[in-house]
């Protein structure tokens, strides 16, 4: 008999789990909700976001909280599924009662919630997903992009590699949405900028793809000037890896996003590739401004790392959340959408705004080369250009006519 | 898109030694997979999560010795060693007493293992990628009909064959591998003459996952070694095991050599469809041979 | 004679009112539960619902089919691109859900079908695969990698509660009809095919068409099971038919019982919940979720429902033996 009673316990736990919600404990505090990928290779961008949003957070709650209220945030991990995020993002929205929604990385999820929360009225501030139809195509009132997206990055690419000789090029990616939205913005733009460029193939592998060395002799085997590589996350330290041992660094000047972002530098030590031309939102040693190293500092003291980009993103969201609800002035989504439209707020990178019309954050890009430097473990962008946020962003007419709207 | 425009001779020689050199990886993976497979007839789902510990742990070693020609070889050979000493733990602790149980139990048993053995490398190393340095001696390439060839590839080519002769000396010449063949085929009959099965079975289980562990060591220097890694290679040693044939070591070895070149030359003479080239292979290789392309042990 | 048949029918009611309780507190849902409880309750009915689809090939069958997400996956993109990409109403797309399904799982099954136990699976992962490389890529189509967002379904069944009914009622009527084809002739020579192939081979029995039918049904209501997740979540995405999703769908199966009927639906129950629940409190949840897998792989070989019935029938059923 007593071994059949833990099945009816089973049962108990879990309608009991059912029937109950969470109190409301709305009056006292502003929840916010963050969906994002804490397991798997995203996670060494993602932890940064909530590390850097709990340290803003923290520093509000301690000036008295946003109108007298204090942040309080719950995390829930999407495992980079998109059925588990929105389960979750349900979960935080219906049982939870967050007012604002965050996250995640994935941009599949991220256009779901972002519909989601369209209809369920809740804003949803994304930190890292970088498809462009977050805000463009697919944008909407309640969604807001906190980091730069596949568009800008392009279009600061093709300016850099504008300023280079180069004629001949071969596009290379991971195969899904990101690779090929990068490479295509790239090349778009690039053409734009220089028409006689001429492509001469490209390559794409599967995300996650191990070991690039079959595809990198494929190149050489065309003869490109450059190449132009559009591969995210993971893929990023294995193809640096994969181009020294084959020393296509030396043969072949190439383009890759996240190249000189800590994250893919990090892992290689002194042996990344120099000369490999990048973009990023954030460096921890660039601007060399005191706003900067104050954030640096701060940072350090409480995690004892140096932030990554996800660290930029995380804390100017925080940021963006307290300014926004002190001008509407109450906790009130509506108006706390109207204030967040076209604000600018100081951040490490200096001066940041929304743009009002599809709810972008301007974030300026920089360029730079990855190079040794003296006193660091691994290498670390060098030469670095910056491109103002008004040169990358897509034009509003570009917005416009991926909506479809006149 | 101009199609293959740019296959020369020599690319093509090129793409064959780089996909030689993955070959060996894949078989290292598969062959201990084809192993437990054959012998034990567990659908063993926790090879990859052992793969994925066995990079790491060569990490951590490799970072402890200080990196190096006398790192890079200790953690070549603790790491292996160390991923046996988990699986010895496992077989002797769980797997020992669910040998008569279903085969989909078993393969849902070993999935819960990769659950747990997932989130186990998540608290033990975080979330930050890693990479092995090679030896100096690895470093940097030779240059074969005008194409880069690195070193550490080479290396690896040479490692698959010593190993495929190790494994068959094992399973053919030693008594060990002897009972176990016999067992693969009548464990009943093995238990009545007197051998105890269970020990045979956990020499073999550790043998296999030994060599889960070498795949993992090998193959971190050449990538990043990270979360999800067991995934990736877990379907791809399945497909080698079954379109090879079921515990055949050879099989594993055929089946890892078409896996590897198609997937180097398809790269190099259709790049935009190379994401389903080793599925179009094994729906392939089991229409024509719907056991395996060589003879399975079961 | 007659006296007879009212027992039986008496009997028979005896065994359909604790369902029909269920459906009638299920039916009441809405009403007493919060709504995020209202919308995971779908989706357990969801899920269970595709694990007792696929179980009827698992268990009954006794086939691996090791890539069942496949045919959820198709259902799901039936109706989702019925909607997006065409002008026909939502419901014909729901009508041809199950029917796109069918095919693809009869296409499917033509090829697996020569092969069996483990070979059949990893045949059937790989052909599975190609299906999900073609959905992950074809970007004008399926919207590749990012899927397709924002489906908007017909109003009545939108709303949460709308949605709930909605997998509610057809996940009841398709639990009827698969009760019913489990006891059919046909059911009874599956299982005949299941427990020995040889001998059913020799009293005629046409051990493939069996087997090929009984995937083409599977497949069918994993198509319905489909159409409903696209009415929960507005969404669709590749994940629907990557393979370990397929993983998780067997292990359901396993979880629950998979030689009992109702065991999967059990199955995806407990796993839902132990994801969601577990999930609240820790990101570490698959640990738990492996830990307790492996807790109940090593003291319910039988899975839940099926340790459940067991020591019910050895408890309770010598209570309904006396009675009679």
Known sequence: MRKRMWFPVFLAIALAFLLTGTAAQAEKIIKVGIVDTYTGPPSTYTNDVRDAFKLATDKINAKGGILGKKIEFVTRDDKFKVDIGLSAAKELIMRENVDILMGTINSGLTLAISDLCEKEKIPFLVTFAKSEKITGEKGNRYVFSMNENTAMAGKAGAAGLAKKPYKKYWIAGDDYEYGHAIADSVWNHLKTLKPDVVLLGQSWWKVGEPDFTPYITAMLSAKPDAVIIATGGAGCVPFLKASVATGFNKSVPFYMHTATEMSTLAPLGLTAPEGVLGTSNYFYYFPDTPENKAFVKEFKDAYGRFPKVGALYGYITANFIAKAYEKAGEINTEKFINALEGMSIGSPIGELTVRAFDHQVMFPMFMGTTKKVEGYDYLIATDIVTIPGKDVMPSIEEIKKARGVK | ?298 | MVKESILSERSAWKALAPWLAVFVLLLLAPRFLPRFQVYLTGLILTTGLLAVSLNLVLGLGGMYQFHHAVFYGIGAYTVALVITKTALSPWIGFLLAPVVSALFSLAIGLICVRLSKLYFGMLQISLGSLVWAVVFRWYSFTGGDDGIHGISVPGIISSTDGAYYFSLILTAICLIVMQRIVNSPFGRSFQAVRDNPVRSEAVGINVKRVQLTGMVISGAFAGIAGSMFVVIEGSVFPELMFWTLSLEIIIMCLLGGWFTFLGPMLGAAIIVLLRTVVGIYTEYWTIVLGLVLMLLILFLPQGVLGYFLESYKRGGGKAVQEER
Request: glycine share 10%.
């Open chain 2, 1 to 298: 898109m101009d199609f293959a425009s740019n296959i020369t001779i020599s690319a093509l020689f090129q793409q064959a030694l780089v996909g030689l050199s993955r070959t060996t990886i894949l078989f290292i993976v598969a062959s201990g997979l084809s192993l437990i497979l054959g012998v034990l007839r567990i659908p063993n789902v926790a090879h990859g999560s052992l793969y994925m510990i066995g990079a790491f742990i060569m990490y951590s070693v490799n970072h402890f010795f200080g990196g190096g020609q006398a790192g890079f070889w200790m953690a070549v050979l603790l790491s292996p060693v160390a991923v046996a000493l988990i699986s010895l733990a496992v077989e002797r602790g769980l797997f020992q007493y669910l040998y008569e149980r279903e085969h989909l139990m078993l393969l849902l048993f070993t999935f819960s293992i990769t659950l747990v053995f997932g989130d186990l490398v998540k608290m033990v190393w975080g979330s930050d990628y890693r990479c092995v340095d090679l030896p100096a001696a690895f470093q940097g390439f030779f240059t074969i009909l005008g194409f880069p060839f690195p070193r550490y590839n080479l290396f690896l080519i040479i490692i698959g064959p010593v190993v495929a002769f190790g494994l068959w000396f094992l399973t053919n010449k030693t008594r060990i591998g002897k009972i176990a063949r016999a067992a693969a085929v009548d464990r009943e009959m093995v238990g009545a003459i007197g051998i105890n099965v269970s020990l045979v079975f956990a020499a073999v289980f550790v043998i296999g996952c030994f060599l889960a562990g070498l795949g993992g060591a090998l193959v971190a220097p050449t990538q990043n070694i990270r979360q999800g890694m067991d995934h990736a290679i877990i379907i791809e040693a399945f497909l080698i095991v079954i379109m090879g044939g079921l515990g055949n070591i050879w099989g594993a070895l055929l089946g890892a050599l078409i896996f590897g070149l198609t997937d180097s030359i398809g790269i190099l003479v259709w790049p935009q469809f190379a994401i389903v080239f080793p599925y179009v292979v094994v729906v392939i290789a089991l229409l024509f041979c719907p056991k395996g392309l060589l003879k399975s042990t079961w």
